[in-house]
């Protein structure tokens, strides 16, 4: 079993930044790629970013998230700037494995208002 743990989420005014961190423990045996999805109510789960060897954007956050990865703890972060309103969701971290198995975050929230 894996378990992810994310931190960093909160209130922000537009324009702001969050950096949100993701710590995978556990029976990890091979990750092959490690993200971030974003879910407010009502909308189904959307992908913000993914990292593996590169990484990949939404196009919607491109230019102002960057996902980068500590291989050797198993973190992946995402560094948010020019938070907009439209960013406000919960925010889910995420591991695929080399097995085929996707382990899934708590959530964190994220709300950009003035």
């Known amino acids: 079993q894996v378990q992810l743990v994310e931190s960093g989420g909160g209130l922000v005014q537009p324009g702001g930044s969050l950096r949100l961190s993701c710590a995978a423990s556990?029976?990890?045996?091979?990750?092959?790629?490690m993200g971030w999805h974003r879910q407010v109510p009502g909308k189904q789960r959307e992908l913000v970013a993914v990292?593996?060897?590169?990484?990949r954007y939404a196009d919607s956050v491109k230019g102002r998230f960057t996902i980068s990865r500590d291989a050797a703890k198993n973190t992946v972060y995402l560094q948010m700037n020019s938070l907009k309103p439209e960013d406000t969701a919960v925010y889910y971290c995420?591991?695929?494995?080399?097995?085929?198995?996707?382990?899934w975050g708590q959530g964190t929230q994220v709300t950009v208002s003035s």
């Open positions: 995420y591991l695929h494995q080399t097995s085929g198995l996707d382990y």
């Open positions: 556990g029976s990890i045996f091979g990750i092959s790629y």
């Open positions: 990292i593996s060897s590169g990484a």
